[in-house]
Structure formats: structure tokens, C-alpha cells
């Protein structure tokens, strides 16, 4: 059964850091492209960011570029998103899904989300 | 980057009714790189439609999606009580992988 369990999120205050886990099973890890998507309270989903198969090509919103860095551990099967500078407008749900390249069928699993909350 | 513009935003209606939601892009979706999905409060998004008119694996077959360029849309027949969620689409192109606001299906 394919899963992704995020974990990692919680309460920080503005200017603090927070790293985002994603813990991948049942599946080949490495042959995805994986992205984050991030939910603010009441609102739509808004694109973060993407990382290759490789872990050696990344792509961010302009929204969180210099501050979020995303990277990945295929041997731990693990993705994670650093966010550095935090603010309050980065307070949402966020969520890690998966996509096949050279097959490009959407975000076909998501994980369940972690909660990040920027506030003092 | 790829703006998608969703309407209505907000749809009431009754269990059985048939409904079409909107998605237009501000430029053509190369390859029709275009998703759907639906969201219930609480829930991650769930991937409905693909490549702008494949269903993904399990879906009912009472989803489907159209389109091509710049306009599509997703029509769900005789809705079920379960079809009242939150749809986004979401084009794939290239980064930023942009989605729509969202239209919001509620009962009647």
C-alpha cells in the first residue's frame, strides 16, 4: 500500500526554522518526482515546491524561494523541506504528493498533511 | 506561469443532478497536462482526473473530464452525497504546478 506520512510541523514563531519530514512505503521512492503543496487555513492549494528523482534538480514558489530549501534521502525513502525565515502567511497544512515522470499522471497520493503554525 | 480561473465558485445543488465545473487557463496547458481533484474538510486533495480527461485508478465512472488549450471542465452525473467537496484543477506543465481556487459544491 502506497503511503506518505509528513510529520515535522508545529508551532514557531516569525523569523524561526522548521523541517518537514515525508516518510514514503510502498513504492519505489526513487522513480518519483515528489512535490509539497500547502493549504492556509479556509483557503486553496498553493504549489511549494519540487524535487527531481535524483534529488538533484529543485524548483520553488517565488513565494518561498531563499527561505524553504527541499531535498530528499532515497536510501531513507524520505523527502523533507527545510523553511527557514518563517512568516506568518506560511502558517497552513502542508502536504507532500508524488508524480511519475515521463508518465505525468497528476499527483495521484498525497500524504495526510502536517500542520504548520507561524505565529508569537 | 499559468494562472486557472474556476467558476462558479460556489455550486448548491440536490443528490442526482448532473454538474459541470469550469477551469480556463491564461495560457494553453501544453500536452493537456491538466487535474483534477476533490477535497472534504479535513481530507488531503484526491486525484479524480488526469491529462485532462483520463480518470485515475478507482474512480467512479460518473467523473469525467474534457477539454483541451485553455478551457476545461470536470462533470460529475447524478451526484451522490459524497460528491459534495471542494474541486481544484491544477496544471502540471512546468513549475510553479499552479491550481485553480476551487469551486465549492455544496447540497442544496
Known amino acids: 500500500e502506497v503511503q506518505l506520512v509528513e510529520s515535522g510541523g508545529g508551532l514557531v514563531q516569525p523569523g524561526g526554522s522548521l523541517r518537514l519530514s515525508c516518510a514514503a512505503s510502498?513504492?519505489?521512492?526513487?522513480?518519483?518526482?515528489m512535490h509539497w503543496v500547502r493549504q492556509g487555513p479556509g483557503k486553496g492549494l498553493v504549489w511549494v515546491s519540487r524535487i527531481d528523482s535524483d534529488g538533484i534538480s529543485t524548483v520553488y514558489a517565488d513565494s518561498v524561494k531563499g527561505r524553504f530549501t527541499m531535498s530528499r534521502d532515497n536510501g531513507k525513502n524520505t523527502l523533507y523541506l527545510q523553511m527557514n525565515s518563517l512568516r506568518a502567511e506560511d502558517t497552513a497544512v502542508y502536504y507532500c504528493?508524488?508524480?511519475?515522470?515521463?508518465?505525468?499522471?497528476?499527483?495521484?497520493?498525497w500524504g495526510q498533511g502536517t500542520l504548520v503554525t507561524v505565529s508569537s | 506561469e499559468i494562472v486557472l480561473t474556476q467558476s462558479p465558485g460556489t455550486l448548491s445543488l440536490s443528490p442526482g443532478e448532473r454538474v459541470t465545473l469550469s477551469c480556463r487557463a491564461s495560457?494553453?496547458?501544453?500536452?493537456?497536462?491538466l487535474a483534477w481533484y476533490q477535497q472534504t474538510p479535513g481530507q488531503a486533495p484526491r486525484l479524480l482526473i488526469y491529462?485532462?480527461?483520463t480518470r485515475a485508478t478507482g474512480i467512479p465512472d460518473r467523473f469525467s473530464g474534457s477539454g483541451s488549450g485553455t478551457d476545461f471542465a470536470l462533470t460529475i452525473t447524478r451526484l451522490e452525497t459524497e460528491d459534495f467537496a471542494v474541486y481544484y484543477c491544477q496544471q502540471y506543465v512546468g513549475p510553479p504546478h499552479t491550481f485553480g481556487q476551487g469551486t465549492n459544491l455544496e447540497i442544496k
Open positions: 491529462g485532462a480527461s
Open positions: 510502498g513504492f519505489i521512492f526513487s522513480s518519483y518526482w
Open positions: 495560457q494553453s496547458v501544453r500536452n493537456n497536462y
Open positions: 504528493a508524488r508524480i511519475l515522470p515521463g508518465i505525468w499522471s497528476g499527483y495521484d497520493y
